[in-house]
């Protein structure tokens, strides 16, 4: 079986945002929020999928004051694997100060696409230092060769002492990916 990502596309979604595409600005009620920009998570996408990446708008609507769009990413990945995913997205509509309409409609409902855009592409890990401070923990590339993987012992009759040189982790075969990027 491939793996669905290969390791320098995991490594590349899962390394921390690099300092000078992280902006901050104002937040609602008070604070700040850190963000990342809509041409910084598509130049990250085209990188790690090589282009190879659709995104839609499948639902919008206004309520109130603020537009919103329903999005969907899709990728593709080397090993011939799709992967979805959906997240709303939003933006305040800004009003002409006459109130007879709105200042740019159009451009309202790109911020909202973009937002929905940046949503989806968390869910991959794009960002996820950003958007999810408190669960992001850096994953740091090291080639599997030079380390040894303990022994497995268990309590069932039936266990079998593992091999230092056992080439898999967890469900992932090491060996497997490693010849698959070749």
Known sequence: TKPVLFTEQLVHIMQATPQEHIYTR???????????????VKKVLNYVFAWNWDFEVKEKGVEGSLIWVLGRLTVRTKSGATIVKEQFGRADLKSKKDGTGYVDYGNDLKAATTDALKKCASELGIASDVYGKNEFKE??????????IPEKITTSKAAKMVSAT??????IDIAKMREANK
């Open 26 to 40: 104002p937040a609602k009620g008070g604070g700040t929020w850190d963000y990342v920009t809509g041409v910084y």
């Open 139 to 148: 994953i740091k590339y090291q080639e599997l060769d030079n380390l040894t």
């Open 166 to 171: 056992t080439t898999t982790v967890g469900n």
